[in-house]
């Protein structure tokens, strides 16, 4: 069992920057790949995955150049630098883990994650 707690969520002018976290804790969370994904009507949208030893990193087109994900397994943590937001990027934001994947992999759908954090809200507006 891991659990996931995500904080750094709030509010920021269009423009502005703001970095999550997902603080994990419980069994050898570093062996867990690690997702970021957003609440968008009806369903979680992919936004950002790493893989487990951070070597791999991939994001939606929609935020690819603005967002950065890493990790810190020495502290269990992954995080999400999200610069030059946008009005678009307001929703709640879900950091999630998964327990089966092999060195380098990284995955795009919510069904391939196991464990979700509570989620934070992020809401960009003037």
């Known amino acids: 069992q891991v659990q996931l707690i995500e904080s750094g969520g709030g509010w920021v002018q269009p423009g502005g920057s703001l970095r999550l976290s997902c603080e994990a804790s419980?069994?050898?969370?570093?062996?867990?790949?690690m997702g970021w994904f957003r609440q968008i009507p009806g369903r979680r949208e992919f936004v950002a995955a790493i893989?487990?030893?951070?070597?791999?990193?991939d994001y939606d087109n929609s935020v690819k150049g603005r967002f950065t994900i890493s990790r810190d397994n020495a502290k269990n943590t992954v995080f999400l630098q999200m610069n030059n937001l946008r009005p678009e990027d307001t929703t709640v934001y879900y950091c999630?883990?998964?327990?089966?994947?092999?060195?380098?992999?990284?995955?795009?759908?919510?069904?391939?994650?196991?464990?979700w954090g509570q989620g934070t809200q992020v809401t960009v507006s003037s």
């Open positions: 999630a883990a998964d327990q089966d994947s092999k060195d380098g992999e990284i995955w795009y759908g919510r069904d391939y994650y196991e464990y």
């Open positions: 419980g069994r050898t969370p570093s062996m867990y790949a």
């Open positions: 893989s487990k030893n951070g070597a791999t990193t």
